[in-house]
């Protein structure tokens, strides 16, 4: 006989019908944190790269002071915020079995999601219009790969996000299985807390 | 921690330590999360005045930082719920983060990067 050790807390790690696990956790989201474990080390690498090539670029080619648009940005980043936080909504709505506002969160998580990365897409735009591009010089090079690479990321995220809403629209997304929606929050929350990081020692940090 | 029993179907069934396995806190609710994004917001903007602001200028590094982190734990902990789940999330995500901070640490301090 399986001996079920996981008490229930404010949602259950174990979904019903899944057989336990050897230790009591959901063996879907022990994978998804070892996956944030990882990215960490993705990220860890491109930023400090983008560290290490900052002020190393030839004498007379763009700069980071010439390009930034720091209230630009600044906006793109609490779109970015205020996302974890429909993210996070949504996730208490399906735990609830209110399946009207976790369509309603998650389609606000995805349109703001959009939102910033039209706003990325846009920034890219008039930094090559400025001469910007990922071979004029080492801050380009580096900035253009951390950033595309977190772009990419958030673009990974909405299309799990859009998923996540059309299967909701069909039914088959019960609250029995908000653990799904969590994994994609998780993931969510952290190319936001990514961004943090790099808006701070990218785009602030002189 | 209990002996671990034995499944047929799926194997060994370790009965955890309850910060390992399945006890947890309650989550915050749905007021509390407004809350804290609104902290979250409060706190970049912040960021961006003191961007701005040349009399912070001798310690804007250290407090835009500082203040990165503080927004770092918060997303982390509430709206990741690292706070609340169980503690082997919590080491999976710091053995990756503590990993990757520690040898890119390592990188740029080969490289001076601290004195330029």
């Known amino acids: ?206 | 921690m209990s002996a671990p029993t034995r499944d047929d179907a799926t194997g060994p069934v370790v009965e955890t330590d309850p910060d390992e396995g399945g006890t947890h806190h309650a989550h915050p609710g749905e007021k509390q999360y407004v809350q804290i994004a609104l902290i979250l917001a409060a706190i970049t903007a912040v960021e961006v005045a003191f961007s701005y602001w040349e009399a912070v200028e001798g310690i804007l590094a250290p407090a835009l930082i500082a203040m990165s982190i503080v927004k770092f734990v918060m997303v982390v902990a509430f709206f990741m719920h690292l706070r609340f789940d169980s503690r082997l999330f919590r080491r999976l995500f710091i053995a990756g983060m503590g990993l990757a901070i520690f040898c890119f640490t390592v990188l740029l301090s080969t490289f001076h990067v601290w004195t330029r």
């Not at chain 1, 949602?11 to 996956?35: C, Q, R």
């Not at chain 1, 906006?75 to 009207?100: C, E, N, P, Y």
């Not at chain 1, 990419?152 to 299967?167: E, F, K, N, Q, W």
């Not at chain 1, 990081?197 to 602030?204: D, G, K, M, N």
Request: glycine share 8%.
């Open chain 1, 1 to 206: 006989m399986s001996t079920v050790t996981a008490s229930s807390g404010s949602h259950t790690e174990i979904d019903a019908g899944h057989p336990p696990t050897s230790t009591g956790l959901s063996n879907e989201k022990v994978a998804m944190w070892s996956f944030l474990g990882s990215e960490c080390m993705l990220f860890g690498a491109l930023i400090s790269t983008y560290l290490l090539f900052k002020g190393q670029s030839e004498p007379g080619t763009i700069a980071p002071v010439d390009v930034f648009d720091i209230p630009y940005t600044s906006v793109s980043s609490f779109v970015l915020l205020m996302s974890s936080l429909t993210m996070v909504l949504a996730l208490a709505a399906i735990q609830r079995g209110d399946q009207r506002l976790t369509r309603i969160w998650i389609l606000a998580t995805a349109l703001l999601g959009a939102s910033f990365v039209a706003g990325q897409a846009y920034e890219f735009t008039v930094f090559v219009r400025e001469g910007m591009n990922l071979r004029v010089n080492l801050f380009s090079s580096s900035f253009f790969v951390l950033t595309g690479f977190h772009g990419a990321h958030v673009t990974i995220g909405v299309l799990m996000l859009l998923s996540l809403y059309s299967l909701s629209m069909r039914g088959k997304l019960p609250s029995s299985k908000a653990e799904t929606v969590e994994l994609v929050g998780l993931y969510w929350h952290f190319v936001d807390v990514v961004w943090i990081v790099i808006f701070t020692l990218i785009y602030l940090i002189p």
